[in-house]
């Protein structure tokens, strides 16, 4: 019940395209829901957050999206770019734990 | 401003060794996180501290594995007789005040366990 499922493993996506990653989880608990960019070498970085009481919140071209029934959160990237080639990591939290997804690799062509 | 800093970044051990990771966290924060992540996979959660004190260690993996925070600012992330098994980055994070803080992590120690 303390896991967060995410989806997909990698990502290859064109340049200018939308990149969509899923997660999902089971603990009704959880009410904090942050995104992690990590590039090669790197700590993660918070790159988008959001709470359960709104449906989706934007941030440039970045957006998080929340379906608090189905237990869903997913990270829509608008435009993609070569610089957006990281890993991105789902999280939630109930308390300080944050529980991470396993990550989604993303590949951004020009 | 200095962000999380952790050392050594690297530290190549052998089995049965004890090793001590430190955390330096940015000034002021009060919140401080271990966590550990394997190859390819997110962070998993350790221990945290608000201040000195060690609120939840839920994560920590056996007995041979402590942590402290004497004075509420430095961490040290101990693994007593180390094992192959414990080979992994180990990152530290810290926020200023907690649950649904932002948490900024460090570049991680790197540990192999020969």
């Known amino acids: 019940q303390q896991q967060v499922k995410q989806s997909p493993q990698s990502l290859i996506v064109q340049k200018g395209g939308i990149s969509i990653i899923n997660c999902a989880y089971e603990?009704?608990?959880?009410?904090?829901f942050p995104w992690y960019q990590q590039f090669p070498g790197k700590g993660p970085a918070l790159l988008i957050a959001i709470r359960p009481d709104v449906s989706e919140k934007k941030e440039g071209r970045f957006t998080i999206s929340f379906n608090k029934s189905a237990k869903q959160f997913s990270l829509h990237i608008m435009d993609s770019q070569p610089g957006d080639s990281a890993t991105y990591f789902c999280a939630a939290s109930a308390t300080d734990k944050l529980i991470f997804g396993t990550g989604t690799r993303l590949q951004v062509f020009p | 401003g200095a962000g999380v800093s952790q050392s050594p970044r690297y530290k190549v051990t052998k089995r049965g060794q004890d090793v001590a990771l430190r955390c330096d966290p940015i000034?002021?924060?009060?919140?401080l996180y271990w966590y550990r992540q394997a190859l390819g996979q997110g962070p998993e959660f350790l221990t945290y501290f608000n201040y000195e004190a060690q609120q939840d260690k839920s994560g920590l993996p056996n007995d041979r594995f402590s942590a402290e925070r004497p004075e509420g600012s430095i961490s040290t992330l101990t693994i007593q007789r180390t094992e192959q098994r414990d080979s992994a980055m180990y990152r530290c994070?810290?926020?200023?005040?907690?649950?649904?803080?932002?948490?900024?992590f460090g570049p991680g120690t790197r540990l192999l366990v020969l």
């Open positions: 994070a810290s926020s200023l005040t907690g649950y649904k803080e932002t948490q900024y």
């Open positions: 000034s002021g924060h009060v919140s």
């Open positions: 603990n009704t608990a959880f009410d904090y």
